[in-house]
């Protein structure tokens, strides 16, 4: 244990810090629920601030006006900060090494102003990492926390927009770095960011804050994590699609990764093994109800669950087939998930018959594009877009039929635990 007393650790995503009453919540949280031992809070971009920062970024990067858009962004998080810290002027007066929320903006101002034309998705890193930095910053100050820059110690390599973590490294400077802050106190952190060795900063794909939680949890030893969400725990569908949706009291790390490997948007899928690693059982619990007993998931056994329904939309369903219609071979197969690598679409579902092969696969024209290009000599390829995929897990005949009627299936699979669909 490298801790005198046990250490947990929060995760509060973007809905839970989208404005100044949703951060006056979380500091209840963290006051009531949060006393008792050490404390290191993990927190996302407010709101919807990172797709605003895309855009942005985006803009600029394209050579177009930007700054309407960056001046809102700004204005919001300062009245956020002012309506939380009335008599804090939020200058540059700031005597700590913390850099304050006016020198977080001017970087962010400088960072666009100053953009090369070089690795689009490097230039990404740097500007989009930008609303995790502002949101600790004003929920260190309104809870009086220690703020924790994670880039220098959450290691990561080059992969941009999806860096992967050197687990020694990280590891190694979180254990140094982190027990001392906590022994003062809580520590407030940014999800969804790295570092690489350079020095620049990196991302671990869009909504990996909960990953960051789990990574700091497995370095650190913590007793537990716990993700604050606006639903009640690990429910058995999106409430958002369906009406009915049943809570998991209790739930594996096995069935937990299952469901996010799907796309049940709950927890992102990096974050159980990690955890599951180290047996640290992850909380999710409701920033509304925050006394309601959530989902416990940790390593258990339990009976068969009530049906899990998930839905991926914007999907492309993608055929290949041979073009001198000699079967769909090994070699074949090769070339087409060589390809698929190399342009970085994952399969999401595939099948295959003798002379065509099918895969599923999340839209991106870029990417698409990239793909059609690489095979198109060897293959005729046929490809839809704008499709869903629906995933039942624990089946059973009620479910499946309540999900496929009045839809047209083009492409379905079964395996004993799940059922899936492709439809339009
Ligand atoms: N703010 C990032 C995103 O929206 C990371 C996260 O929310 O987990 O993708
Ligand atoms: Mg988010």
């Not at 709101?47 to 001046?71: D, H, P, R, S, V």
């Not at 034309?117 to 500007?127: C, H, I, R, S």
């Not at 991302?203 to 639903?231: N, P, Q």
């Not at 069935?255 to 909380?283: C, D, F, N, W």
Request: one cysteine or more.
């Amino acid at each position: 244990m490298l801790h005198s007393q046990p250490l947990k650790i929060y995760k509060f995503g973007g809905a839970s810090v989208k404005d100044a009453g949703a951060i006056s919540n979380l500091g209840r949280i963290v006051r009531t629920h949060g006393a008792d031992g050490h404390l290191l809070i993990v927190v996302s971009a407010m709101g919807k601030t990172t797709n605003a920062l895309e855009e942005i970024f985006q803009l600029a990067y394209t050579g177009q006006e930007y700054t309407a858009l960056l001046k809102q962004l700004t204005e919001f998080h300062r009245s956020v900060a002012h309506e939380l810290l009335p008599g804090n002027n939020h200058d540059v007066d700031n005597p700590t090494t913390e850099p304050s929320l006016e020198q977080l903006l001017e970087q962010l101002g400088d960072r666009l102003a100053t953009l090369s034309t070089g690795d689009f998705n490097k230039q990404y890193d740097q500007v989009v990492s930008f609303g995790e930095l502002l949101a600790t910053r004003i929920v260190a100050s309104a809870l009086g926390a220690q703020w924790l820059d994670c880039r220098p110690l959450l290691r990561t390599d080059h992969a941009w927009r999806e860096g992967r973590l050197d687990w020694p490294t990280t590891e190694r400077n979180l254990t140094a770095a982190v027990p001392a802050l906590l022994a003062h106190g809580p520590v407030v952190t940014q999800g969804f960011l790295g570092g690489t060795a350079s020095g620049h900063t990196t991302t671990l794909g869009r909504e990996g804050s909960d990953y960051t939680a789990a990574i700091f949890a497995y370095c650190l030893g913590a007793e537990s994590v716990t993700i604050w969400k606006d639903v009640a725990g690990l429910l058995n569908a999106d409430p958002k699609i369906f009406d009915d949706t049943v809570r998991y009291p209790e739930i594996s790390y096995q069935e937990t990764i299952e469901m996010a490997y799907y796309g049940a948007s709950v927890i992102h899928p990096k974050t159980i093994k990690p955890l599951a690693v180290r047996q640290i059982p992850l909380y999710v619990k409701s920033f509304v109800d925050p006394t309601a007993e959530g989902t416990k998931i940790h390593d258990c056994r339990h009976g068969l669950l009530v049906p899990a329904f998930i839905r991926k939309v914007n999907q492309c369903l993608i055929s290949f087939e041979s073009k001198d219609l000699t079967f769909i071979s090994e070699e074949n197969l090769e070339v087409i998930f060589g390809a698929l690598a190399q342009v970085r679409l994952k399969i999401n579902l595939m099948q295959n018959s003798a002379i065509s092969f099918s895969v599923c696969t999340d839209f991106s024209t870029y990417r698409l594009e990239k793909l059609l290009a690489a095979l198109r000599g060897q293959f005729t390829i046929h490809y839809n877009t704008d499709l869903e995929l629906y995933t039942i897990k624990n089946y059973d005949t009620a479910s499946i039929q309540r999900l496929t009627k009045d839809r047209e299936l083009l492409l379905e699979q079964r395996t004993r635990q799940t059922f899936q669909f492709v439809c339009r």
